[in-house]
T-cell receptor, first 116, second 113 residues
Framework: GAVVSQHPSRVICKSGTSVKIECRSL??????MFWYRQFPKKSLMLMAT?????????EQGVEKDKFLINHASLTLSTLTVTSAHPEDSSFYIC????????????FGPGTRLTVL | GQQVMQIPQYQHVQEGEDFTTYCNSS?????IQWYKQRPGGHPVFLIQ?????EVKKQKRLTFQFGEAKKNSSLHITATQTTDVGTYFC?????????????FGTGTLLAVQP
């Protein structure tokens, strides 16, 4: 149980385009999902916390107009990287907490974004 | 803001040797979690510690939470090649409106057969 999927797993795009990444909880309902960014050989950096039906809470230094987050249902959150640039290239990982339990996060497999 | 540091950054051991990574938080934690990330993979939850001084074991892995709830350690006995990966601690603070985790800097473990 507690499986989280991400789509796509890998994406290459041209500079200036927008990319949408989906995060789904497959067998549970997640009131809260988290989006992280990870650079090579570095730790996970929390970008934002996404709550179903409300606006995401962004961490300091993360541009909310650049990284649009939508959490429309209890099983789906999306991250859209708008007007992507090469410096946005990174590994983006989402996680979800099971409804009723706020102590364990289950991570998706990640999406590797390369902006040319 | 809250910071979580881990040492060492990198450890190379011979198979069969022991390994320990240490995690230190700048603030008191409500709980601490440990994750393992294989090369090219995503973090996988290992365990959560909540109580001051708590010790938990999972086969060859021993996890400890400090008395002051600001530090933690992970010890692996008799490493195997399957232990290769980066080990992250992640702490939750007190208060705040979210349940966010602050990840440590990670320790990359390499095991030579």
């Amino acid at each position: 149980g507690a499986v989280v999927s991400q789509h796509p797993s890998r994406v290459i795009c041209k500079s200036g385009t927008s990319v949408k990444i989906e995060c789904r909880s497959l067998d549970f309902q997640a009131t809260t999902m988290f989006w992280y960014r990870q650079f090579p050989k570095k730790s996970l950096m929390l970008m934002a916390t996404s709550n179903e039906g409300s606006k995401a809470t962004y961490e300091q230094g993360v541009e909310k107009d650049k990284f649009l987050i939508n959490h429309a249902s209890l099983t789906l959150s999306t991250l859209t990287v708008t007007s992507a640039h090469p410096e946005d290239s990174s590994f983006y990982i989402c996680s979800a907490e099971t409804q009723g339990s706020t102590d364990t996060q289950y991570f998706g497999p990640g999406t590797r974004l390369t902006v040319l | 803001g809250q910071q979580v540091m881990q040492i060492p950054q990198y450890q190379h051991v011979q198979e069969g040797e022991d390994f320990t990574t240490y995690c230190n938080s700048s603030t008191t934690l409500s709980n601490i979690q440990w994750y393992k990330q294989r090369p090219g993979g995503h973090p996988v939850f290992l365990i959560q510690l909540v109580k001051s001084g708590e010790v938990k074991k999972q086969k060859r892995l021993t996890f400890q939470f400090g008395e002051a709830k600001k530090n933690s350690s992970l010890h692996i006995t008799a490493t195997q090649t399957t232990d290769v990966g980066t080990y992250f601690c992640a702490g939750k603070g007190y208060g705040g409106a979210t349940n966010k985790l602050i990840f440590g800097t990670g320790t990359l473990l390499a095991v030579q057969p």
